[in-house]
């Protein structure tokens, strides 16, 4: 499928995900705890930076924000791929990647496949690499027809937050825990595991 074919199918699906990042985000935050720096919507100053903005981070604006989470976080992980497959665990990829970097989470999805996989019985493992491929996508692909659907998605979704919850748990930033916590483990529902793309365009 080309890339404008995935992008048109998956539209409604990936503006809905980065309207849940803006939501958790918020706006301006300038934190002199956090080792990120001056932050709007979540993006921070260096990402900022990176992607070209020039401006005062208090006025970035949130187009800018929208397209930054488009391609870097979103198509350049593969995670368009998963979203296709399971809104609700493309979700939870691409909001932890905000958090803690999409090859992070990239991770923690293949790490999650892997123990699924009852050390290989079910399906092969994955490399645990970053890079969401042909291979992890196969393996996610297998898990589904394993458990089913909805099932693989649940499973996959505690396991991520799990991972992701030993992470923060890692940092020692007390300060920040909480809201971790509150905002970033079980923010996407299980009852979303029966959302599909299909779906939704209809």
Known sequence: MSRAKVWSSLGAAVLAIVAGVFAVEGGYVNNPADPGGETNHGVT???????????????????????????????RPNFHRVIAMSPAVGEKLVDAGVNAGPGRSARWFQQSLNHLSRGGADFPLVAVDGQIGAQSLAAYQALERKRGRVKACELTLKLVDAQQGAHYMSLNKPMFIVGWADNRLGNVPLARCADSVQGESK
């Open 45 to 75: 100053v260096a990402v900022a930076r990176d992607a070209g903005y020039t401006g005062p981070m208090r006025e970035l604006p949130k187009e800018f924000a929208q397209q930054l989470y488009a391609k870097d976080y979103i198509e």
